[in-house]
């Protein structure tokens, strides 16, 4: 018997079920079977489905002799399945890599519940990918099981068939089925939902629901949308059957009035001769299964579809008052800033005010936040105030943090009258430099893809960048912060503005250089293990991939981070930072964030301090990531998983093959990746050697004084102490692997 059976009906989707069958057959969870329902298709699929039969013993194919529709193509597969479990997938829909592994896991977790509910995204046409926005309902389910009641926000969630998986016991007890008509999922989820003793769920990203740009059902214009007042008839006939079900009527019949005025209101579903009876027939249904007070967003409902139609035109043009009125008051606003920050232009500099961003506004961070910890202690009367984008972000700063919120009166006042301005990245358009005033540039350490005019050769690289708007921000720049030459060179050719390179090496890694060559960094380290919940005494691998241009959305699953993480036996811990604006995306929903939850790894992706998770590890592995130049100061062991160093270089562009360049071993495959380790030569001589090498060429002049020299040399004047000339060291450049000459 197999743990799954996977019932998948089948009608009109030649051109992608394939895929759909693909993505079941080739689950790393293989204790499955298929139940494919030919719908009477009349294009290919009954020939696909017979062929995939041929070839997998796991698939079987029952060949309708009349098209039933979705629901009773369900049913006739139904009776065929053994698995514990039921699953229904439509077949224009795809499971994720690992989905069953992470649903079977979850399974015997929770005992074997009568219901599973998991997370799921859309995948548009047009190739973007969005979660479903009401994912934190199934992280904040708790591990355990539940029934409805005791939590009810589970019913929030989109009330659909295929997100879920159904023990075939409690099924067939139950005598759950599909009706006829659109909306039969309806009449399935509600009973299912309120019957089940035992639900639980997975925050995992187990299902990708095709978003297509035609052909979708629900969103053809027809009569056929009538079906929803029989299914929500069906829903509360199954309740009133079940006394004890009774206390669900008033929560049913608000759903109801807002599903059907949901329909009611797109403009691609009814037909607009048949949009009045629609209301009537919904009011009615309303009206005969009224059981309390109806609440305000229903009332329409009681007043008749000319008092709904012209509220809905009411909502509109007062829609489009809302629009123009924002415009006039944006202009007049814009009018009004200007003119303020053209008083506080007239008031003279404050040579005692310093300005700091990072990242956008998001926080005391990075090359910035090492200057502003400086500048405290080197001279404290610098007033040092912070830029961030919004009341919650504020909230996150540390105690006595002073900050002012983006775009606030505040911030133009002190961001006209600083003396020094320091930031990580561009400071918006808006904000005009005052002659006298100093602006730092930190970077976001050194470069290995193309930067800015360096991106005009490349138009899909630089999709969605203004680089013309770029550099004209970057005019505004006097000081440019550098850790090597191959920086230098890059920020000279990528940013053909006016200031001057400084060779002070980069603030952010002072703490990494004094970890390498002091004692303070293993008590930092082991406190930031301590806040993880690492065990004492495990060795850390932080796996910290980047993100791809050549793939929408940027997050490509190159890594089994269970498999590795098992991999490295025991005594280890993985520890996981994808790339920050993969952050809120769907990458830590496709089985990361399930995978923090129940130990397997460490997912640090939220840190906001990238390096106390480089001090708190033992080794990194990284793709391209810029991390790799910081985490060399550190002297520990490297290695690149560049499995697609091709189509990465290729799509975005590289300044030179850091696969030739290396800082470590790489692994060109995640089986040699998984060899070096189990080997032991990702902490070998040669390791070592080439570490060393990297690090003399990107780390040339970080000594761990960085933030100090900006400090001393940028805002108190003072002279930098001579020393001795750089020793030259070859760069990639005179290696010939780099696209960069000095000129």
Known sequence: MPRFSVI????????????????????????????????????????????????????????????????????????????????????????????????????????????????????????????????????????????????????????????????????????????????????????????????????????????????NILSTTSRKHFDIHDQYERVFAFVDARPELSGWRPYLHHKMGEHCLDILSKPDRLPEQDKAEFFRRTAALLRAHKSGPVPGELRVLE?????????????????????????????????????????????????????????????????????????????PWLRGVWVVRDAEQAALLPPDTAYVLLDSPEYRRVTARATYLVNNVNWPGALVKRPGSVHIHTHQGTPLKLMAADLLGKPGARHGLDVPQMLRRADRWDYSLVANRHSELVWDRAYPCHFTSLRTGSPRNDVLVRARTGTAGAAAGAAVRARLGIPEGDRVVLYAPTRREYVRGGYVDRLDPARFAAGLGAGHTLVVRLHPSLADGPARGMGLSELHRRGVVVDATGEPHVEELMLA??????????????????????????????????????????????????????????????????????????????????????????????????????????????????LPAQAGHDLLASS
């Open 8 to 215: 998948v009906p089948v009608f009109k989707v030649q051109g992608f079920l394939r895929e759909c069958l693909d993505s079941v057959l080739e689950q790393s969870y293989p204790d499955l079977e298929v139940i494919a329902v030919d719908d009477c298709s009349p294009d290919g699929c009954g020939a696909i489905l017979d062929e995939f039969a041929a070839r997998d013993p796991r698939v079987r194919v029952l060949h309708l002799p009349e098209n039933v529709g979705l629901g009773r193509a369900r049913n006739a597969g139904m009776p065929s399945a053994t698995g514990d479990y039921l699953l229904f997938l439509d077949s224009d829909d795809t499971l994720t890599p690992g989905a069953l592994r992470a649903v079977a896991d979850r399974l015997e977790e929770t005992g074997d519940p009568d219901v599973l509910v998991f997370d799921y995204a859309r995948t548009y046409w047009w190739g973007g990918t969005r979660r479903n926005v009401l994912a934190r309902v199934l992280a904040e389910a708790g591990a355990g099981t539940f029934t409805a009641s005791e939590h009810p926000e589970i019913l929030d969630l989109l009330m659909v068939v295929w997100n879920k998986v159904y023990r075939r016991e409690f099924v067939e007890r139950e005598g759950f089925a599909f009706p006829p008509g659109y909306y039969e999922d309806t009449p399935w989820t509600f009973p299912v939902m309120l019957s089940a003793r035992r639900i639980a769920a997975l925050d995992r990203i187990c299902l990708a629901y095709r978003q297509r740009r035609q052909g």
């Open 303 to 379: 007043q008749g579809f000319a008092v709904y139609r012209l509220r809905r035109q009411a909502s509109r043009a007062g829609r489009e008052l809302g629009r123009r009125g924002r415009q006039v008051r944006r202009a007049a606003t814009a009018r009004a800033r200007r003119g303020r920050s053209a008083l506080h232009a007239r008031r003279p500099l404050d040579p005692e005010l310093a300005v700091y961003s990072a990242f956008s506004h998001r926080g005391v961070l990075g090359d910035p936040a090492a200057v502003y910890a400086a500048a405290r202690e080197l001279a």
């Open 617 to 730: 590890s033992d080794a990194l592995v990284t793709d391209y990531s810029a991390l790799m130049f910081d985490y060399a100061n550190l002297d520990r062991p490297i290695v690149l998983l560049a499995d697609d160093w091709g189509a990465y270089a290729a799509s975005r562009g590289t300044y030179f093959d850091v696969t030739a360049d290396a800082p470590g071993h790489v692994a060109r495959s995640r089986a040699e990746l998984e060899h070096l380790f189990t080997s032991g030569a990702w902490e070998d001589a040669e390791s070592a050697r080439l570490r060393a090498g990297f690090r003399s060429r990107f780390c040339e002049f970080d000594d761990g004084r960085a933030a100090e020299r900006v400090v001393r040399t940028l805002m108190l004047g003072e002279r930098p102490a001579a020393k001795a000339p750089a020793v030259a060291v070859a």
